[in-house]
């Protein structure tokens, strides 16, 4: 899928989760639910880390791109260190190792241990990065059309004023994890989920996404994991346009405000 509908997705992933939290009578505080459909939202563009023409490569200018570049070429190695006779031949690392489950736990879990280890300030980093991907994912037309200082002033302000919120008693810095020293543990979980929604969403297409991998199937290790082929649709088509992000929306509209208790 594009970059609009996997952040779309992404936001409505965390407001579901709210919704089944509420429902199981642990409703977020209102913070968690905001902050965290925002970095789900974010995160849902990451596992394009391997793919220098997407959203997330322009997203921090010569340095993103640089680490797309990075990327594929580490997926790549990986694939063909470790694909098996029926994976096919691939001459880059686009939709491999960074569209599996364990590079969303992994992501997740470094950004939890961040957070736990870093303080306020890691804590920042992290907002700041997922909240620029949610301006370019859920507002592209508008952050195509401005200047990237101005989506990154965006994303550093509203990172410091969600922060200053959350960091307030009862707010949600320590939701899930209560103990000493692990506030901010659950921000791994948005990006998790995230990663694992992108992931979802590429399966549906064409081309399917291999998210069990490092587990093989049949003789592939990579195996593109799909609907039947006739339910597929391709990137950007208007099933992605006109049926998928309009549910993505009205799913999210909904699952918010189950979340909120106003349903």
Request: glycine share 12%.
């Amino acid at each position: 899928m594009m970059g609009p509908a996997h952040s779309l997705s992404g936001a409505a992933a965390w407001l579901g989760v709210g919704a089944a939290a509420a429902a199981a009578g642990h409703p977020m505080p209102w913070p968690v639910i905001v902050v965290g459909a925002l970095i789900c939202a974010g995160a849902a563009l990451a596992p394009d880390l391997d793919h220098k023409s997407a959203t997330i490569s322009r997203a921090f200018g010569p340095v993103s791109k640089g680490v797309c570049e990075i990327v594929d070429k580490l997926s790549y190695a990986v694939y063909k260190a470790t694909k098996k006779q029926g994976d096919p031949r691939r001459t880059g690392g686009h939709r491999t190792l960074t569209h599996t489950w364990l590079w969303a736990v992994v992501i997740g879990a470094g950004a939890s241990a961040l957070a736990y280890t870093g303080g306020r300030w890691a804590v920042l980093a992290l907002l700041f990065i997922h909240l620029v991907l949610a301006v370019e994912g859920l507002l592209w037309r508008a952050a195509r059309m401005s200047s990237d200082i101005l989506v990154w002033l965006l994303g550093a302000t509203s990172a410091w004023i969600l922060a200053g919120v959350l960091d307030k008693p009862g707010n949600g810095a320590d939701w899930l994890f209560t103990g000493d020293g692990q506030e901010y543990l659950w921000l791994g979980l948005p990006i998790v989920l995230g990663a694992l929604v992108h992931d979802i969403g590429d399966a549906l297409t064409v081309s399917g996404c291999p998210i069990l991998w490092p587990i093989p199937v049949g003789r592939k290790r990579w195996y593109p994991i799909g609907p039947p082929k006739a339910l597929r649709f391709r990137a950007g088509s208007w099933v992605e346009l006109k049926v998928l992000m309009p549910a993505f929306m009205l799913l999210g509209g909904v699952g918010g405000a189950a979340a909120m208790n106003f349903i």
